[in-house]
């Protein structure tokens, strides 16, 4: 046995030294045999003793292992896009905080621009008002006026009164009541580009001025006062009644505001407007109407229609005396009208 292991391990040492030569290593012919046997039995034997479900296991054991390293490929790939992304992320939100801040900046610029702005609004509605104010004042004068006419600036300042004015009514809505009418500038601006408008018309060359070279402006005026709410700022109305009543004393001027077909229909609803000076002065207007036989050919029945006498009727029982007074003699000029021109009763003009 001695011997033999001995010769085992001189032919192993020898085969050690064989293999350093030329990497073969020598062995027993019995070893080989018994090696090549073995190998045999095993592969006759380990069918028997594998089952198909260990075989199965192994073979979804690979499959598990193939899917784990797929996965692994794909969370490094998504660990890749998620710190893209996340690199991303920051470059948006640091520009996302750059946004802001220049937005915040630009808010308090505005702000700035609209204080200032607010500010430049009241100088010129200061100064508006002051300068027209004093223009209402000069224009009482019937000097100043045919001097005005005489100069040729009226037409430009009544091109800006008349876009000052159609503005500024536009820009008005119900909140905009009487109580506060005489403490805003910008009201009182306005009220003074009216007032000037119905002193010029009250000036015979004014007049005849306004009705052959201002008839936009008269149009404006009529349209104005029926874009107005009732009951809001009733001042304006007045001024601007009393600016076509004027322009009415005329007969070249009431042709002209008569040729307007919205006059009676304006009429009729100022008639309602509630304020007791604007219903006056639409009676007033309306009068100026029924005197003149030309105008009341080219206005035909609609100065008939009983809708109108119904409404002049009511102004009758009015607790105002001037108003009352009016109403009635409106009154009796529209029966009389009905009656035909032959027993149609005239009153003087107020």
């Known amino acids: 046995m001695a011997a033999s292991l001995s010769g085992n391990w001189l032919g192993l040492c020898h085969g050690s030294n064989s293999r350093k030569q030329d990497d073969f290593v020598r062995v027993r012919k019995s070893d080989l045999e018994k090696l090549t046997t073995e190998v045999m039995q095993l592969r006759d ?13 192994l073979h979804e054991a690979r499959t598990a292992q193939t899917v784990k390293e797929q996965r692994a490929q794909e969370q490094q790939q998504l660990r890749q896009e998620c710190l893209h992304l996340e690199s991303r992320l920051d ?5 996302c905080q750059k946004e ?3 937005k915040l900046l630009l808010r308090e610029q505005l702000w700035q621009s609209g204080a ?7 100088f010129c509605s200061d100064l508006g008002s002051a300068a027209c104010s004093l223009l209402w004042s000069c224009s009482s004068s019937e000097d100043t006026v045919s001097r005005w006419l005489t100069d040729a600036k009226l037409q430009s300042f009544l091109q800006v009164a008349a876009q000052t004015l159609e503005s500024f009514v536009r820009s008005l809505d119900e909140g905009a009541k009487t109580q506060t009418e005489d403490h805003n500038k910008e009201h009182q601006f306005v009220l003074a580009l009216a007032g000037t408008i119905t002193n010029v018309a009250a000036v015979a060359c004014g007049r005849d001025f306004l009705s052959c070279l201002a ?4 149009d404006t005026l009529m349209k104005l006062l029926e874009l107005m709410t009732p009951g809001v700022f009733p001042k304006l109305k007045v001024l ?3 600016a076509l009543y004027n322009v009415s004393i005329s007969v070249k001027g009431l042709k002209c505001i008569s040729e307007n077909p919205g006059l009676l229909p304006l009429i009729w ?14 009676l007033r207007l309306l009068q100026s109407v029924l005197l003149e036989e030309e105008v009341l050919l080219l206005l035909g029945s609609s100065l008939l229609d009983p809708d109108l006498q119904a409404r002049v009727s009511l102004l009758t029982s009015s607790e105002r005396p001037s108003l009352r007074l009016a109403a009635q003699h409106t009154l009796e000029d529209l029966l009389a009208l009905q009656q035909g021109p032959q027993s149609k009763h ?5």
């Open 116 to 122: 200032e702005l607010q500010q430049q609004a009241d």
């Open 100 to 102: 802001r801040e220049e």
């Open 240 to 242: 601007m009644l009393m």
């Open 45 to 57: 034997f380990l069918p028997r003793v594998l089952k198909g479900d260990l075989i199965e296991t």
């Open 91 to 95: 470059a948006v939100q640091t520009e």
């Open 346 to 350: 005239i009153h003087s003009k107020p």
């Open 215 to 218: 008839r936009d402006l008269l």
């Open 269 to 282: 609803t100022l008639l309602d407007d509630g304020d007791w000076e604007v219903c006056l002065h639409s």
